[in-house]
């Protein structure tokens, strides 16, 4: 009674591994922590998609504003080039020259088509040198003409041009109130034409903003000059070209044709990305703290529940058989009661076990000592071979000391093992052996040929395999009324890419049977003369161990009831893989 007490007090204070892990809530933590792992991932990804967007989109900018550029420069040489109208006009036209003002507006016109062809931004214009003449898509503006900031900006940079005061270039700027513009310029006999464009216009496609990324576009002058939209980004600009690469900021650059370089700076602005990296450092604080706690808890478990364990583990490891099968110790874990009390029962079946391994030790030992026996019995028959062969030679019988030597060799190369793969060389060899031996059986009935490939000696073969099937063309196909052809002809192939063996046993005797073809095909057993042959199918079995699905081998007729033939093909194997 006293006993029993005491287990139901160690029972009580045993503690389910489950309910101990539960407290824990470590898969809580561990998914806690995976859920953090893929939000920092996705908050990662948005932004990297973001950055790629606005990359896209510029691109996209640019290569079409290259086009347009490169449309607009071939445009202009052909309209100075060949250009009737352009070309019409005379260096000395004046307001007062009347009869030109149809040509003129014909010119305005032409500027107007090419605005709209480009889109809008770009503006066209001509010049003539000796009358002073500047022609936009709106107006001739004549010496006396009133211009506006725009039109004098323009003269100005053209006769700076002309006087050679600027250096030239086919695209530069010009500032005219408070506007920047870029304007292209080609000249040649007193005459120009180019292109005009407000900086602002052609950077406006540029200015593109996602979850928090703001681009700013502008270009950088010859002389160093930044120019862009707006000058009160010119502070951003500047520090970003100074720091080359900063914490929220990178700078791309883009070739516009002969323009020159569009760079462009993304800048995280104080958005979305700004209010979810601090949430990315508050998740990090949180997960410190947790991956804390998780150690904690790791280590009470290792304590409360690891240690016992190891404990018990370590006891398994040496068990005494007797001690196990009467402990009764608390091992403070209700799990770890239940395992000992379930090795006690295991321990008591080992017991049990025990006779009937021992007794099935003695059958094995048994079996191995007939194994021994029927090894033993081919070496007394080969002992008895060598025993006929020296008397026959005592008494110079040639016939029988031929044969002697026949079946030393035939019984020596089958009593090898089986299952060691051999040169195609020796196997033919020992067929030749069995050939000479049944000679002197059959004498003149048969004829035996073997037709080789060079280099086929020196490759791997199953033993006996070959002789398998040269017996059995000499039992079914060989009689004493006629003489039979038996060849055996082995070459080498590609097959389904890989280098295979090909091998053909054919005769000229009556063939297979029907009922002999459908019993090799459904894997039955041949009855003849009334005793089972199952060489053939032995030799299946061997080559589907050896070789698998590589293995194939057919059985067919040259003619009815005419010609047996079997056909092998194997994976070629060189001596020094086998």
């Not at 109130?177 to 052609?202: H, M, P, S």
């Not at 048969?446 to 791997?460: A, I, K, L, N």
């Amino acid at each position: 009674m006293e006993g029993r007490k005491k287990r139901q007090h160690g029972l009580k204070k045993s503690r389910s591994i489950v309910h101990i892990t539960l407290e824990a809530m470590i898969p809580v933590c561990v998914l806690f922590l995976l859920l953090l792992l893929f939000m920092f991932q996705s908050v990662n990804e948005a932004q990297s998609m973001a950055y790629r967007y606005l990359q896209d989109m510029a691109a996209a900018n640019a290569k079409k504003v290259k086009e347009d550029i490169g449309m607009i420069n071939s445009e202009m040489v052909y309209l100075i080039k060949q250009d009737k109208n352009i070309a019409g006009l005379p260096e000395d036209i004046t307001p007062k020259t009347t009869r030109y003002y149809e040509l003129l507006e014909d010119i305005v016109s032409l500027n107007k088509t090419l605005r709209l062809r480009y889109g809008g931004h770009y503006f066209f214009y001509e010049y003539v040198e000796a009358a002073d003449l500047l022609i936009l898509d709106n107006h001739a503006y004549f010496p006396v003409s009133q211009k506006d900031g725009e039109a004098r900006g323009l003269e100005e940079m053209i006769q700076g041009y002309l006087s050679g005061e600027k250096k030239r270039s086919e695209w530069n700027y010009f500032k005219a109130d408070e506007q920047t513009y870029l304007f292209c310029f080609y000249e040649t006999n007193g005459k120009a034409v180019g292109c005009i464009v407000n900086l602002e216009d052609l950077l406006t496609d540029f200015n593109i903003s996602n979850l928090g990324y703001e681009s700013i576009p502008f270009f950088i002058a010859g002389d160093g000059e930044i120019l862009m939209r707006r000058q009160e980004e010119q502070e951003n600009v500047t520090q970003a070209m100074r720091d080359k690469l900063f914490f929220k900021a990178k700078v791309q650059t883009y070739e516009l044709g002969r323009i020159g370089q569009l760079k462009l700076l993304i800048d995280s602005s104080e958005g979305i990305l700004d209010r979810i990296v601090v949430l990315q450092v508050m998740s990090t604080v949180l997960a410190v703290s947790i991956i804390l706690a998780v150690t904690v808890i790791a280590f009470v478990y290792y304590k409360r529940i690891l240690a016992p364990m190891k404990q018990f583990v370590k006891r398994l490891s040496n068990p005494e058989e007797e001690k196990w099968l009467h402990d009764m110790d608390s091992h403070q874990l209700l799990e770890l009661e239940m395992a000992s009390k379930e090795f006690r029962e295991m321990m008591r079946q080992i017991q049990s076990l025990k006779i009937a391994i021992y007794e099935k030790e003695l059958l094995q030992s048994k079996t191995e000592l007939e194994y021994v026996q029927e090894q033993i019995r081919p070496h007394f028959y080969l002992n008895c071979i060598s025993v006929i062969h020296s008397m026959a030679e005592k008494y110079h019988a040639d016939d029988i000391i031929m044969i002697a030597e026949k079946l030393s060799d035939y019984f020596r190369y089958v009593v090898n093992d089986s299952y060691v793969l051999r040169q195609i060389g020796q196997e033919v060899a020992h067929i030749r052996d069995y050939i000479d031996i049944q000679k002197l059986r059959y004498e003149d009935f048969f004829r035996f040929e073997v037709m080789m490939d060079e280099g086929v000696e020196s490759c791997m073969i199953p033993p006996l395999v070959l002789q398998v099937f040269v017996e059995n063309a000499i039992n079914h196909g060989v009689n004493f009324e006629k003489q039979v052809e038996i060849t055996l002809y082995i070459a080498l192939e590609q097959y389904g890419g890989e280098d295979y063996l090909y091998i053909c046993v054919s005769d000229t005797g009556e063939g297979f049977s029907k009922e002999a073809l459908d019993k090799i095909l459904n894997g039955g057993n041949i009855v003849y003369n009334g005793r089972k042959h199952v060489g053939i199918q032995n030799t299946l079995k061997r080559l589907q161990i050896i070789y698998g699905e590589k293995a194939q081998v057919g059985f067919f007729n040259m003619t009815e009831h005419c010609g047996a033939v079997v056909e092998l093909r194997i994976p070629v194997q060189a001596q020094d893989t086998a």
